[in-house]
């Protein structure tokens, strides 16, 4: 297992179209993170699952961002009608739950980066 | 609300030049607190995780401490591949984590 995957790498869009992001998260992790990070600022949460469970989603995070867990596996992030805003980083990282995971810290891919023109 | 506060937000040292940088903190039920480095154009790497006041941890130049409201990363004769970025998150009882800005930390040779 090679660690977190993130595809793609880039995307470029324009405004009011839909972009899908998918993340592979290591095997054995059951829990997957999703965060948003623009230039000069930390991480924003935007949402986590537990398996395929959704347990939780930023206040922030409009209905037009949607996050899926098929079968506890990979997760796909969606953004409907894109706009400019949009344009970031798009972090995935993933855990495991089933020993003292927090010793290890969690994993994070490479990103997709985002750009709306 | 939970929320993380890193200072300085850019930090230029000498190379050899020990520092700190400090991580305020309120969080509900704190599950642990991490400390994580990030290069440009990379996803953040993980260094450490806290639990409760009065830990210390240890890896090569790096040190982190904490204390109920804040924890310090401490850099002992930084060398220039030190340089990146350093985030800190907390981790709170509903296991939300949340990121500071980071602290962008130059080594000059």
């Known amino acids: 297992d090679t660690g977190v995957s993130q595809n793609p790498r880039h995307k470029i869009t324009k405004r009011g179209q839909n972009v899908t992001f998918r993340c592979d998260p290591i095997?054995?992790?059951?829990?997957l993170y999703w965060y948003r990070q623009t230039l000069g600022q930390g991480p924003e949460f935007l949402t986590y699952?537990?398996?395929?469970?959704?347990?939780?989603k930023s206040r922030l995070l409009s209905d037009r961002f949607s996050a899926e867990r098929p079968k506890g596996s990979f997760s796909t992030l969606e953004i409907q009608r894109t706009e400019q805003g949009d344009s970031a980083m798009y972090l995935c990282?993933?855990?495991?739950?089933?020993?003292?995971?927090?010793?290890?810290?969690?994993?994070f891919g490479s990103g997709t980066r985002l750009t709306v023109v | 609300e939970d929320q993380v506060t890193q200072s300085p937000e850019a930090l230029r040292l000498q190379e050899g030049e020990s520092s700190s940088l400090n991580c305020s903190y309120t969080?509900?039920?704190?599950?642990?607190l991490f400390w994580y480095r990030q290069d440009p154009g990379k996803g953040p790497e993980f260094l450490f995780t806290?639990?409760?006041a009065g830990e210390e941890k240890e890896k090569e130049r790096l040190k982190a401490t904490l204390t109920k409201k804040e924890s310090f990363l401490h850099i002992t004769a930084p060398k220039p591949e030190d340089s990146a970025t350093y985030l800190c998150?907390?981790?709170?009882?509903?296991?939300?984590?949340?990121f500071g800005k980071g602290t962008r930390l130059h080594i000059l040779p």
């Open positions: 806290l639990y409760s």
């Open positions: 990282a993933s855990s495991s739950t089933t020993r003292r995971e927090l010793d290890y810290g969690y994993t």
């Open positions: 699952f537990q398996n395929e469970a959704q347990l939780e």
């Open positions: 969080v509900s039920g704190l599950r642990g």
């Open positions: 095997s054995e992790h059951n829990r």
């Open positions: 998150a907390v981790q709170d009882r509903d296991d939300k984590i949340i």
